[in-house]
């Protein structure tokens, strides 16, 4: 089973996550490296600008998105949060502030005894399918624990990217 972390970041108070460690954010980059890599020509960057644009492709979700974030990422989500035809449920909305603009999904199943997010979407490039994401199991007390012991950065957490190259890790 993995071990997650929930915490808030910044004024706005962005819900961000960890899992095992890393943010879901470095999940997300390691994943979707090689599908934009594919659209390259569409995306002339420098392999600098590259990571960092990677790094930067989603931003934690609003609290005032959120309502109650407890119920949400225990899958019981706004319905405005969630994806219409998979039922999935936005972990992961985009840097500009508008989360639908570039969000993450996840299906998120709860039971008694554990959590689990599988099936990894961005629902604006239904070409890539499910992403290389998960899926992460865990234990449904140490998760419920974490999303009501978050901790506060004043700063994103994620603002000293990692070295052009390193994936899995901050």
Not at 28 to 41: F, G, N, V
Not at 92 to 101: A, D, K, M, N, Y
Not at 138 to 145: G, K, L, T, V
Request: charged content about 20%; hydrophobic content about 35%; glycine content about 6%.
């Amino acid at each position: 089973m993995q071990h997650i972390e929930f915490f808030t970041y910044t004024s706005s108070r962005l819900w961000g996550i960890r899992v095992d460690g890393s943010d879901l954010r470095v999940h997300a980059a390691d994943a979707t490296r090689p599908l934009w890599l594919q659209e390259k020509s569409h995306y002339e960057r420098t392999p600098e600008d590259t990571e960092d644009f990677l790094f930067r492709q989603y931003a934690g979700m609003s609290e005032s998105d959120l309502r109650d974030p407890v119920l949400h990422f225990l899958g019981d989500a706004a319905p405005e949060l969630r994806h219409t035809s998979t039922d999935a449920t936005a972990v992961l909305g985009c840097p500009c502030g508008i989360w639908e603009c570039w969000p993450l999904f996840t299906h998120i199943t709860a039971t008694p005894e554990t959590v689990t997010w599988s099936a990894f979407r961005q629902p604006h490039r239904p070409a890539w399918g499910d992403l290389a994401i998960g899926p992460f199991v865990f234990p449904r007390p140490a998760y419920e624990n974490a999303l009501t012991h978050t901790i506060h950065h004043a700063e994103d957490p994620l603002m000293a990217l990692p070295p052009s190259g390193m994936v899995g890790g901050e």
